[in-house]
């Protein structure tokens, strides 16, 4: 039997550690795909061509050994493989970016903006997802009541599972759109981001929708950015930007196949 590695797939601290990135996502560069400074990916809407890791400047960023200074903590051995490089490997931890990141954080944000404008009470909220008709599909995943003490914090755990939030995200727009005017720009920061998640959580994507789906992405960080000025993005923010340039995986996968045929 022959193989050969395409990509590794695993959580964001799995695979740092795995493929020889830093370990914290407050290091000042903390990304596994581009050599963007922390501060820069606070206010940064789209990724930057020019700063994406590659295996020329990962090769002196292992040399230079300075952790702070680079994000590389040591080269891998995986690197040593054929037809694999760190730097290659394409795959996004979108449970722990969206459903439990980027989700829960602007859905208390939005939440607290809407209540606060009086377009709708806790209480009511509460009864609407109580309430709500899930069908078979959605009912072992209904979300639990949303308590005063979790919008107070933006940054704390949201009191759901992956699944529930997820749940709860998509099935918003039903329960309680009827409440929200059309033009209210917070509650149109929570529909771009189900946008950007259909695609994301897609299973497949034409050439043409990664294009659209960067071009979403980078209408939803901006509108963050504008909406609260007093915040800035995470790095799960970041996460969601997805590689300006073509994967090299997809031309690595072909080329492996191609040998693997031959043999």
């Given at each position: 039997?022959?193989?050969?590695?395409?990509?590794?797939?695993?959580?964001?601290?799995?695979?740092?550690?795995?493929?020889?990135?830093?370990?914290?996502?407050s290091?000042?560069y903390?990304?596994?795909?581009?050599?963007?400074?922390?501060?820069?990916?606070?206010?940064?809407?789209?990724?930057?061509?020019?700063?994406?890791?590659?295996?020329?400047?990962?090769?002196?960023?292992?040399?230079?050994?300075?952790?702070?200074?680079?994000?590389?903590?040591?080269?891998?051995?995986?690197n040593n493989?054929?037809?694999?490089?760190?730097?290659?490997?394409?795959?996004?931890?979108?449970?722990?970016?969206?459903?439990?990141?980027?989700?829960?954080?602007?859905?208390?944000?939005?939440?607290?903006?809407?209540?606060?404008?009086?377009?709708?009470?806790?209480?009511?909220?509460?009864?609407?997802?109580?309430?709500?008709?899930?069908?078979?599909?959605?009912?072992?995943?209904?979300?639990?009541?949303?308590?005063k003490?979790?919008?107070?914090?933006?940054?704390?755990?949201?009191?759901?599972?992956?699944?529930?939030t997820w749940?709860l995200?998509?099935?918003?727009?039903?329960?309680?759109?009827?409440?929200?005017?059309?033009?209210?720009?917070?509650?149109e920061?929570?529909?771009?981001?189900?946008?950007?998640?259909?695609?994301?959580?897609?299973?497949?994507?034409?050439?043409?929708?990664?294009?659209?789906?960067?071009?979403?992405?980078?209408?939803?960080h901006?509108?963050?950015?504008?909406?609260?000025?007093?915040?800035?993005?995470?790095?799960?923010?970041?996460?969601?930007?997805?590689?300006?340039?073509?994967?090299?995986?997809?031309?690595?996968?072909?080329?492996?196949?191609?040998?693997?045929?031959?043999?």
């Amino acid at each position: 039997m022959r193989f050969s590695v395409a990509q590794f797939c695993g959580d964001n601290l799995g695979l740092n550690a795995l493929l020889g990135f830093t370990e914290s996502f407050s290091s000042n560069y903390f990304c596994r795909t581009c050599k963007a400074h922390k501060t820069t990916t606070r206010t940064q809407t789209k990724e930057d061509v020019t700063l994406m890791r590659n295996e020329v400047n990962h090769a002196e960023d292992v040399r230079h050994a300075n952790l702070s200074e680079t994000g590389v903590r040591r080269d891998s051995v995986l690197n040593n493989l054929s037809y694999f490089h760190v730097t290659h490997n394409q795959v996004a931890d979108i449970t722990h970016d969206l459903l439990e990141g980027v989700g829960p954080y602007e859905l208390k944000l939005v939440l607290s903006s809407l209540i606060e404008d009086k377009h709708l009470t806790l209480e009511k909220l509460n009864f609407r997802i109580t309430s709500f008709d899930y069908g078979f599909p959605d009912l072992k995943n209904k979300p639990s009541v949303i308590g005063k003490h979790e919008l107070k914090n933006p940054e704390g755990a949201m009191h759901q599972s992956a699944a529930q939030t997820w749940c709860l995200l998509r099935l918003l727009p039903c329960m309680i759109g009827d409440l929200i005017p059309e033009d209210n720009r917070h509650w149109e920061l929570l529909l771009l981001l189900l946008d950007c998640m259909e695609f994301i959580f897609s299973p497949s994507l034409t050439l043409e929708a990664t294009v659209y789906l960067a071009a979403i992405i980078d209408e939803h960080h901006s509108l963050f950015l504008e909406l609260y000025p007093n915040l800035h993005l995470r790095p799960k923010h970041h996460f969601m930007e997805p590689d300006p340039v073509a994967p090299p995986a997809l031309a690595i996968c072909s080329e492996m196949s191609k040998c693997l045929e031959k043999s």
